[in-house]
């Protein structure tokens, strides 16, 4: 027993992270391929693991990694979500002392090689713009509560995207921008792909202005929620990926024609990481 201070759980949870595995299914000579990495967590009815040591009720982080490769041989992964779904069913039934069962799902986006416009028997291709993921939230004695879209969209616009007239003090050295680049990170639902994109890089020509990413990140959300009934509440994060300006002054010996090139430093890290979440008020459902 430890002494100290007087504590309670506020949440317990314990999975493998990262298993993953390839499917490889053969109808003749046409193979279809399946490559997931999957998440899973399990919250028990108890934490004598935790507070006395007692292993007697933990199904191992590796047994949860052996159930993710059986059930994927025993009934095929058709959909993320439907093995996201069988996996918490399976170890909410088995174990009748967990209490909650997590498994969150990425799909490596591997599309069919094209020849001459036909798509190949087994050869595939990653395409890396689009990632899916799905999480199953299972709590026993309650429906299971499925989230599901695309990670990892990264977009960029090279005009119409300024940030200007903030905080002016002895902290700041930034200056304004009239005119940069706006590059970010989406992970959003699938359906609201097309508003997210829509919102960020307006009509085709023109585009539309953007005076800074919280305002477009406020956009965006107003236009799901404008355009998606059935979305109560939305939150987005919006990473603020940059590029710098290179400082070419520093080259006073070069002379540099003046031309239409821009060279600009893409920056790793860091990140600006703007966020907001809405929902609809009240007096709107009325
Ligand atoms: O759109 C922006 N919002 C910020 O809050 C911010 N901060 C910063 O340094 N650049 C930007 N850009």
Known sequence: MSAGVKTEFTFTGYGKNYVKLLQVRKEGKIHYIKEIEVNSQLTLNNTKDYLQGDNSDIIATDSQKNTVYVLAKQHGVKTIEKFALLLCDHFLNKYRHVTRANVYIEEAPWKRIEIGGQEHSHSFILNRDITRFCEVEHKRDSRPMVSAGIKDLKIMKTTQSAFVKFVNDEFRTLPDAEDRVFCTIVQSREGVKK????????????????????????????????????????????????????????????????????????????????????????????
Request: hydrophobic content about 35%; proline content about 8%; glycine content about 4%.
């Open 195 to 286: 508003i997210t994109l829509e919102t960020f890089a307006g009509e085709p020509r023109e585009g539309v202005y953007s005076p800074s990413v919280q305002n477009t990140l406020y956009l965006t959300e107003q236009n799901v929620l404008t355009k998606i009934p059935q979305i109560e509440e939305i939150e987005m994060v919006l990473p603020n990926v940059h590029y710098f300006d290179v400082d070419f002054k520093r080259f006073p010996k070069i002379d540099f024609k003046r031309n239409q090139i821009q060279v600009l430093q893409p920056v790793d890290k860091p990140s600006g990481n703007i966020k907001a979440a809405i929902k609809r008020s009240v007096k709107s459902r009325l």
